[in-house]
């Protein structure tokens, strides 16, 4: 579900491509591994070495790639791990969305950090490639 609700969003912007949008977008998750009981939120099993090694990666990634926008799509890894790392580089531009598989605040116009933000985040780095 998630990754058919991004790129919906990707191919909304009208994405020039013979595949799926969500194809040519560098995607990765906060955490190197799953939660301990399936379907269970992370945030109830993380631990300090989750956090760790989740900055001593992403750090690599972000290094190796130099994205010029990064969008945690969940709350919790933008308060545990993505603050951090847009300390660590001021030059991108992070943001956090809610997790695109939740109901409860995705499709939620109300809702300041849901889809519409995503997509608000993806104009504006659209708009700036052209």
Known sequence: KMYREINACLRELNYPTPDRPISHACFTNTFL?????SGQSFMHCCTNRDIYLS??????VLSTLSPHQVIFASKYGWDSVGVSLAKQFPNMIFDFVSHPADPFHWNVQAYPHGRNKFMSLLNR????KT
């Open 33 to 37: 591994r799953p939660a301990s009981i």
């Open 55 to 60: 900055l001593e990666v992403l750090s690599s």
């Open 125 to 128: 780095w659209a708009d700036q």
